[in-house]
């Protein structure tokens, strides 16, 4: 992957078409794909769960936002830097998602009481807040802390729910996907899943990043929200 910034982003038409070039797509989905394992094999520990999560979203954000990758300096010193305030948020995120687990085995297996409803409106729930995590990882590669993201992020899915919608169809797609592959293949599904994630998250710009002239491209494209490299 490319360290040094490229001066147009390889998803840019390279054509006078304005078609892709089908080895610049399959270039990009070996990357994103490299990017999956990568932050799975850097999540194994658990407790750096969130370190890698959000340095791999870093690496997506600066792929989106310049068409080229960071070097591996720069991810190593994301990933060591975000692994001591990762931590809490590792056994915080793997806590929650253990609980919810368990309570819709619990009510699938009917352990517990509540039948079909009670399955359904956990299910519902888990995947709402799997949607509010997806954007807090896009707003943490973006720049932020793990406390700002969050905060940010509940505001965005309440002052946007299609967006938020939308997020977590990402997600509950992913999950889906997930169990429907071959173990082998999940890790490169994490990759893809952080990449629709950005995507989807910066459909539309944040208006006070438009406004302070942070975001958007010239040329009449998508203006997309940029954010200052993580600490």
Do not use: K
């Not at 078409?17 to 990568?38: P, S």
């Not at 080229?68 to 056994?91: C, D, E, I, K, M």
């Not at 956990?122 to 954007?135: F, K, P, R, S, W």
């Not at 629709?196 to 710009?205: D, G, I, K």
């Amino acid at each position: 992957m490319a360290s040094r910034a490229e001066p147009a982003s390889r998803a840019e038409p390279v054509d006078a078409a304005g078609r892709r070039d089908w080895r610049d797509v399959l270039r990009d989905a070996a990357d994103l794909a490299l990017l999956g394992i990568l932050l799975t094999l850097a999540a194994l520990p658990l407790l750096t769960v969130a370190a890698a999560v959000g340095t791999a979203s870093a690496a997506v954000h600066d792929w989106t936002r310049t068409g080229s990758w960071p070097s591996a300096r720069t991810t190593v010193r994301r990933f060591s830097r975000a692994v001591p305030p990762g931590v809490l948020v590792s056994l915080l995120a793997l806590a929650v998602a253990g609980l919810l687990a368990a309570d819709l085995a619990a009510l699938a297996t009917g352990r517990v009481p509540g039948g079909p409803v009670a399955l359904l409106v956990t299910a519902l729930v888990t995947a709402g807040l799997a949607g509010y995590a997806g954007l807090v990882v896009v707003e943490v590669g973006g720049g932020g802390r793990w406390r700002e993201a969050a905060r940010s992020a509940a505001r965005a899915c309440l002052d946007a729910p299609t967006r938020w919608a939308a997020l977590t169809g990402v997600v509950a797609l992913a999950g889906l996907l997930a169990v429907l592959v071959t173990p082998v293949a999940v890790p490169i599904l994490a990759g893809y899943t952080l990449a629709a994630l950005h995507a989807v998250a910066n459909r539309q710009p944040i208006a006070a990043a438009v406004t302070s002239g942070r975001g958007g491209h010239a040329g009449g494209r998508r203006s997309v929200p940029t954010y200052p490299e993580s600490p």
